[in-house]
């Protein structure tokens, strides 16, 4: 089928497309949040974020508040892009089942 070959494998994986889509919905979002938000162990959610990470789709940033320090994600461009074409070929296939 070929709406599949538009699906990217590093958001197939439920927990990085959600954090991807929190990311394109508020900009940047801190680890605690997400870990609140998603309901996942620092471990599982770490290691969905380095994946995104290490496909170029998140940077971070540490920073601190209140003198403890705070990871933020954001969306890289190439990220967005992902998403997007990602996005796209998800509707497809549900338009392909209709």
């Keep these: 089928m070929k709406a599949l070959e538009g699906l990217d494998t590093v958001l197939e ?7 991807a889509v ?3 919905r508020h900009g940047e979002i801190s680890f605690a949040s997400f870990k609140q938000q998603l309901d996942m162990s620092d471990g599982n959610l770490g290691a969905q974020l ?4 290490d496909a170029g789709y998140i940077s971070l940033r540490r920073d601190f508040v209140e003198r403890k320090p705070v990871t933020w994600y954001a969306l890289t461009k190439p990220g967005r ?8 070929a998800l509707r497809d296939v549900i338009a392909a089942a209709g």
């Design 13 to 19: 994986h439920r927990a990085r497309l959600a954090i």
């Design 22 to 24: 929190l990311l394109a």
């Design 50 to 53: 380095r994946k995104l990470e």
């Design 81 to 88: 892009k992902a998403l997007d074409r990602h996005l796209r």
